[in-house]
């Protein structure tokens, strides 16, 4: 098999923050292993994981095997990076469950099953931790790295001297001797000579290379890329509801798409390279069409619509540009209709609402009143009159006048009807 070179390909997609030397002619001998760990204390990943997991991507792309690493017993401790208290510690059988999600989210992303050479694993470090004596494992390991260097690491001084902390726990302390024997156990046993991450990550990463160094008499190698940051300032993977989620259950699709067709002009550019599988030549065509017509956003749709279909396949794509058309564009009832309840939700959130029985909506709701006595949308049934005579208002996005009655005809997803004034000024009725 033909290597592809990997450190090149990241470096002009802007993901390479430091790189061991000589990492670049190592890969370039022959299939190599890598491996990435990820946190197991939720049941989804998130997309502030998507670079990890787009670094093990490239490396498969690149003709390398990757191998995922959940931190079944990292996770019972927590990572002291980056952090200024310490996390919740999970039960074993939580943490299993957890794994198999994190798995079927990266098989979007990576091959697990094709039985090819450089096919994907997924490993838990807690199967080799267990078997560890807390007494063997300072007599094994914990002999071979002195306090002085493990103190030298930025996240442990960043959390002893740090202002506005409680410290550090000896528990977070031996965190980095943990992720360091990892390394050193899949050097052994899986063959695996590069460790890659965060930025932040670096300090834990080499302490994995000394113990390759000093107990398995070997060389590995460490490649960390950049924290991603918003050009705004504000924390990337982040929007007013918090964490967005790989999982539908946690963000649904349609907020997915969105969030990545809200990016900045600057902030598109950036990410299309480092979180889609899309060339060279065909992200510096589109980031050209774009300088010509950014009034099109043509850089973020298609970044949305890369990693929209990745994540969630072409269907729920398909479902959320149909429900991003339906609030932006020329839609009818029946399209409102093909919404499930979540995305309805999604796409009007913020609408205000007012709750009719459904006997009321069995009978027919005239339209006047449908607007004022039985929702507050308008002010009277004069004003609701004059609205209808000017011609502006919509039932589930279809033109009604005077006389219209709302019936049990009328319900998405047997529980919603959408009023609407005008372009933008939307009410729900939700029959109970």
């Not at 001084?157 to 726990?169: A, F, L, Q, W």
Request: glycine letters at 8%.
């Amino acid at each position: 098999m033909s290597m592809k070179n990997f450190v090149e390909e990241l470096q002009w997609r802007g993901m390479v923050h430091d790189v061991m030397p000589e990492t670049e002619a190592h890969l370039l001998e022959q299939m190599r292993s890598a491996y990435v760990g990820f946190d197991p204390t939720a049941n989804s990943l998130h997309i502030g994981n998507l670079v990890p997991i787009m670094l093990l991507a490239f490396f498969q792309r690149a003709g390398h095997k990757p191998v995922a690493l959940v931190g079944g017993a990292t996770g019972m401790i927590g990572d002291p990076s980056g952090k200024s208290s310490e996390r919740n510690l999970l039960d074993e059988p939580t943490l299993r469950h957890n794994q198999e999600c994190v798995r079927l989210q990266l098989s979007q992303f990576l091959d697990f099953t094709s039985g090819a050479k450089n096919e994907a694993v997924m490993v838990n470090n807690y199967d080799w931790m267990k078997e560890f004596s807390f007494l063997g494992f300072i007599r094994d390991v914990g002999k071979h790295i002195t306090i002085n260097y493990m103190m030298a690491k930025d996240s442990v001084k960043n959390r002893i001297t740090g202002d506005g902390t409680d410290g550090m726990s000896f528990t977070e302390f031996t965190y980095q001797l943990v992720q360091g024997y990892d390394f050193l156990h899949l050097y052994q046993n899986q063959n695996c000579t590069l460790q890659m991450g965060g930025s932040d990550q670096w300090g834990n990463i080499t302490t994995g290379t000394e113990l390759i160094r000093r107990i398995g008499g070997g060389k590995g190698f460490a490649l960390t890329c950049p924290l991603i940051t918003k050009s705004d300032g504000s924390k990337f993977g982040k929007s007013e509801g918090g964490n967005i989620w790989l999982s539908a259950e946690r963000t649904s699709p349609y907020k997915f798409y969105q969030y990545w067709l809200n990016s900045s002009d600057e902030d598109a550019e950036k990410y299309i390279k480092i979180f889609t599988f899309l060339d060279k030549e065909t992200i510096s065509e589109l980031a050209l069409k774009h300088k010509e017509a950014p009034h099109l956003r043509s850089l973020q749709r298609r970044l949305a619509e890369e990693v929209t279909r990745t994540v969630h396949g072409q269907e729920q794509l398909e479902n959320a540009e149909k429900a991003s058309a339906i609030l932006f564009g020329k839609s009818t009832s029946a399209d409102l209709k093909t919404l499930d309840e979540k995305t309805f939700l999604d796409v009007f959130d913020g609408v205000p609402q007012a709750e009719i029985s459904s006997e009321e909506i069995k009978d027919g709701v005239d339209i006047i009143a449908a607007l004022a006595e039985k929702s507050g949308f308008l002010k009277s049934n004069g004003e609701a009159r004059r609205a209808l005579k000017e011609n502006s208002i919509s039932v589930n996005k279809e033109k009604v006048s005077e006389g219209f009655t709302v019936t049990s005809e009328d319900l998405i997803n047997n529980t919603f009807v959408l009023l609407q004034r005008g372009k933008r000024n939307y009410f729900i009725l939700v029959v109970k």
